[in-house]
């Protein structure tokens, strides 16, 4: 299918589509059949609005400089077309303006239910199940080859774990890594840090404490997307790790403990992370939902909880209901454990996969480890990308 | 009031409080009687959660130890007194643990409906008549007295804008601003960024386009929090800037205009920035309340906005609640509008005034900015300890 005629409106790269059979105009929209016999629905004002010609694309920076809005909402067609080449073809009513449609770009964005649907990502969880298949990868092809890479990132966002083997033993090495993908999220705990005892730590992470399961940051406005966590040394007794998949934990609450969950995703509770230079406080609810009821991540760390701040009368239903989340996430139908290794890297999606280690006996022997974020826009953009290419060496 | 006795659990300064009068015990709560009349109730498995002594909080990292679901949740007391030197002294029922509390720290922590409503910080809403009292600051001044310093920071959370006069002439003057918050936000436009009309540009910002009202970065699961422009050279003819409070907006739209406030708050929205390296994608409602109902944030920028991916049925009321949205943003009743001058500053809220600039031409003169994005939390955690060091100026 050639649609040389139909300029793309952004980088994306669409692969051949079933091609379109049929543009019927209807009352204020456009029914269009693609060969296989599927229907999209687009409405005019929508069509009008993401019209790719250069005179409201601009050209080079690809972002729009036609304004839908300028234009009074009464958008209506003088005529519809399918061109030999397969685009769709649209003159409007309004100063004959010519729109012309790629068929792959208007299959991918279609907006039928069934189609929003297909489109919707859906996370793999997991339970106890994982603790013996968590994917493994080696760190040399990660850094050699774009489909290793792009499999370990898909691997991250979908099950939201990996382990990374035969790391070189190098303190900093994770900045390398961080940038095949991006660059790495600045903290006031640096761009890279050490996760050892520590007598004047800042953090309960920076002494041989059990750290119970929670996440990083739950004191920022933007916890960070993923955090890598690298083995260096490993000799202390004690200290093995544990991992759970909270959307996992998540949804059984919903199953199980309705009325907790309710007043998880509803009710915010602050976090505080406070030494003598900085004190950050984020105020949100422990399970964060989108727009459309999907969970967006979940925010536990009971060291960094501030006290509850809620209205009096709901302070011992919250406290109830917490105990409730708080205690599914110790059960052993959820709980992954293991022993990192020097030269493993612990790579997991901070808002989704919590995070604890046994307490360990520093005087027994070194241990070591180094510690970096990379949110997830950042690994979002980077598997776009990775993706644009590999649609490309199929073309 | 000497309360020694009673550990603060993190580094707040409590400054003197009416003193406490009496401490009542109820059923599964406990009723304090300040000094001025003032009464607050507590819970008891909020304080034994909230116990500060060095069993239960970590006093090096100031992060609790202490787990409130360790312990069944029949919280009850022995005793409870006030002690000579004004602390609240409760001894639990289990293990005759004792918990201390600061009154200072209590108070601060009173969960009543007016300490609640009192906490809360209170954007002040602007219109047309900030043209004429936009808060100037002196740049010498923000870099040498951290007293300017609280100031300005105030002003950014409170009017969300503020203009730096006098500043040097210097590219990367901007790091040295950001380094007396805290750091830069990093993104793929770099720390620092050059605006100006660039022939290979990767946004209409690095053209010599007009830029509509927007907020940057709405393609980001986190906007940045705050911007700075700082102009270095403006004579090139047009190139204004305009400023909206997009609370202010977004408050006369909830009152006028009810049912698209609804559907802007509660809709998603994908906003895309792409271009041969990155594809980033963000979809959140352009009108962001948090769980009480306050405004988050705004997020708007027509040139970044993907094709609108509703349910069918949804397409044309969004559109038209869109329209009635973005038309407020160029009501002369919101609109500030100035020109920048060398050495000039622009500080401003970026999820929430929304900025724009005419069209210039570029051959009439030279126009530079550059630009740079602090965060939200960066700027907060150092309100916060400006004000510890003023509170304790004050002691």
Not at 165 to 170: G, S
Request: negative net charge; charged residues 25%; glycine residues 6%.
């Amino acid at each position: 299918m050639d649609c040389s005629l139909a300029p793309i409106p952004d980088y994306g790269v669409y692969p051949d589509t079933p091609g379109l059979t049929q543009a019927a105009p209807q009352a204020g929209s456009i029914a269009l059949t693609w060969a296989d016999g599927y229907v999209s629905e687009f409405h005019y004002i929508w069509l009008r609005d993401s019209c790719p010609c250069p005179a409201c694309v601009n050209a080079v920076t690809r972002e729009q400089t036609f304004e839908i809005f300028a234009h009074p909402d009464n958008f209506a067609i003088d005529d519809v077309s399918l061109t030999p080449s397969g685009a769709l073809s649209m003159v409007w009513n309004h100063e004959s303006h010519r729109s012309l449609y790629h068929p792959g770009w208007l299959r991918a964005h279609c907006y039928s239910e069934a189609a929003r649907c297909a489109r919707r990502l859906q996370p793999r969880a997991w339970g106890q199940d994982m603790q013996h298949r968590l994917p493994v990868f080696r760190f040399a092809e990660i850094m050699d080859s774009d489909t290793v890479l792009l499999h370990w990132l898909r691997t991250l966002r979908d099950d939201g774990v990996a382990v990374l083997r035969e790391t070189p033993l190098e303190k900093g090495l994770l900045r390398q890594l961080a940038q095949r993908i991006s660059f790495l999220r600045r903290t006031n705990f640096g761009d890279i840090f050490d996760v050892q005892s520590d007598p004047d730590a800042n953090s309960n992470a920076f002494t041989s404490l059990r750290l119970p399961l929670h996440c990083d940051l739950p004191t920022r406005e933007l916890q960070p997307g993923f955090q890598f966590l690298h083995c260096l040394e490993n000799r202390a007794s004690g200290g093995d790790s544990i991992l759970v998949d909270g959307f996992r934990v998540a949804r059984s609450l919903q199953d199980e403990k309705p009325a907790a969950f309710r007043l998880l995703s509803t009710r915010p509770v602050e976090f505080r992370n406070r030494d003598r230079h900085y004190d950050y406080r984020c105020k949100m609810p422990m399970i964060r939902l989108d727009e459309e009821g999907n969970l967006r991540e979940i925010r536990l760390a009971n060291f960094l909880r501030g006290p509850l701040d809620l209205p009096a009368n709901q302070i011992e239903s919250f406290y109830h209901a917490y105990r409730e989340f708080y205690q599914m996430f110790s059960e052993d139908r959820f709980l992954v454990r293991f022993r990192l290794q020097p030269g493993d890297i612990e790579t997991f999606d901070n808002g989704r996969v919590m995070h604890a280690r046994d307490a360990f006996d520093p005087s027994t022997g070194e241990r070591l480890l180094q510690g970096c974020y990379v949110d997830r826009d950042e690994v979002q953009s980077r598997i776009r990308i990775l993706e644009r290419e590999e649609v490309r060496s199929w073309l």
